[in-house]
């Protein structure tokens, strides 16, 4: 098998935000041709979760996404921040954006959100047990509903093409798969 990976001549950043940074790349491909102006997008690396309640419903959650200009149906997750773990930073953003804490944790998937682009990990989990702790601790930028669904309904929502976000629909096909339930 060949070889494909390009080798990184050099790198720029463009702009460095914290939410967002851009570089530009030169890369040498294995056929030898240069490359001078390839961009990638830096995010933090990002985690969602299928999260259970102790009698077996779903959390999902709705919020407005600017980049798109809609309200998502979405499962529960964020960003990852500097030095936590993956699920560390599960557990702390879903009793931040639902007021829940659970009694088991399990990773079952990561995906890239566009490899050709972009550099971050989406870390997928299943959460078991959930029982409400607390109320919802939001950051300025959220505004976010809770609601509950049965896995039946789950997958109907995901029939309807009603939950749109690419990586919660992965993160939900590798928690339904680890569970036998698809």
Not at 16 to 44: F, N
Not at 56 to 80: K, N, S, T
Not at 120 to 129: M, R
């Amino acid at each position: 098998m060949s070889d494909l990976k390009w080798d990184k001549i050099s790198s720029r950043y463009l702009v460095r935000e914290k939410w967002a940074t851009l570089r530009v790349d030169t890369c040498k491909m294995p056929d030898g041709t240069l490359i001078d102006d390839y961009y990638v997008l830096e995010y933090p690396d990002w985690v969602n979760a299928v999260a259970f309640t102790e009698d077996d419903q779903v959390l999902l959650i709705r919020q407005y996404r600017h980049g798109a200009e809609e309200v998502f149906l979405e499962i529960p997750g964020g960003c990852i921040d500097e030095g936590e773990t993956p699920e560390e930073a599960v557990v702390r953003e879903l009793l931040e954006e639902t007021g829940y804490a659970f009694d088991s944790i399990e990773k079952v998937g990561e995906v890239y959100a566009n490899p050709s682009t972009a550099a971050n990990l989406s870390h997928a989990f299943v959460l078991q047990g959930g029982r409400k702790v607390q109320e919802q601790h939001l950051d300025g930028r959220e505004e976010i509903e809770v609601l509950t669904v049965s896995i039946p309904e789950l997958k109907e929502l995901l029939l309807k093409n009603e939950i749109k976000q690419a990586l919660h629909v992965s993160g939900i096909f590798f928690a339904l798969a680890k569970l036998g339930k698809l």
